[in-house]
């Protein structure tokens, strides 16, 4: 009789090994060296060698930056602005803690209250979700170079003429915000202002003396 042989089962507890070991960390091959590696191989069978070659240089062509500081030029509110910042760093970050323009407020840091809004060739975003890698060569305006306390944009002075601000946090987000508005529409319904606000929270409640400012610049009624 042919002997039968029992698969051995490990002990409760103890992993069962994979008959191929894993590559040993720190080898110094990637599994990006190994795709590409294989990729070459299939691309030399087929006669396409020297396209993927190409290819891969151009991949590896300058163009990535970091992981340390690197230097960035902006422009904003009109002025040139040059800083050492790790790729990492958010315009919001950049804007408060390196450029001393602190107009633009830090509240939720996730993008969803609008307090941070400030304008990207003339479109508002939010600064808190925007790289300061990604704002060179766009035009970035804050709060501050709206107006000054002297010579305030219209659409600032209604702010104050309404009492649109209670403890203030999310004003400045209002106000670059519903500047873009009233460029996008001189004369806008309530509709329209309710959604080009939308993304702008204030935990105040002071909706109603928003749409007013936004009304009175925009001649158009509060409702």
């Keep these: 009789m042919a002997e039968t042989r029992v698969p051995k089962v490990p002990p409760p507890g103890e992993a069962v090994r994979s008959a191929s070991p894993e590559p040993e960390r720190g080898s110094g091959f990637s599994r990006r060296q190994f795709l590409r590696g294989s990729a070459a191989a299939g691309a030399a069978g087929a ?39 790790e790729p990492r760093v958010t315009l919001l970050d950049a ?27 003339g479109q508002p975003v939010y600064a808190c979700s925007v790289l300061a890698i990604e704002a060179q060569g766009a035009e970035v305006t804050t709060v501050e170079g709206l107006g000054s306390p002297e010579n305030m944009h219209p659409i600032q002075q209604a702010f104050v003429d309404n009492d649109g ?38 935990r105040c409640g002071t909706y109603a003396g928003v749409r007013a400012a936004v009304a009175q610049v925009g001649g158009g009624t509060n409702a």
Excluded at 50 to 69: I, M, N, R, S
């Design 95 to 121: 804007l408060r803690n390196h450029l001393d323009l602190t107009g633009a407020k830090k509240v939720c840091d996730r993008g969803t209250c609008g307090a941070c809004t400030v304008l990207m060739n």
């Design 165 to 202: 601000q209670q403890c203030g946090f999310c004003t400045p987000g209002f106000v670059v915000a519903s500047a873009a508005l009233l460029a996008r529409h001189a004369n806008p319904d309530q509709d329209t202002v309710h959604k080009e606000l939308g993304g702008n929270l204030c």
């Design 47 to 85: 006669g396409l060698l020297p396209g993927f070659l190409k290819a891969a240089e151009a991949q590896d062509e300058p163009g990535v930056a970091g992981p340390g500081p690197v230097d960035m030029a902006f422009s904003i509110n009109g002025e040139a602005y040059v800083a050492t910042l």
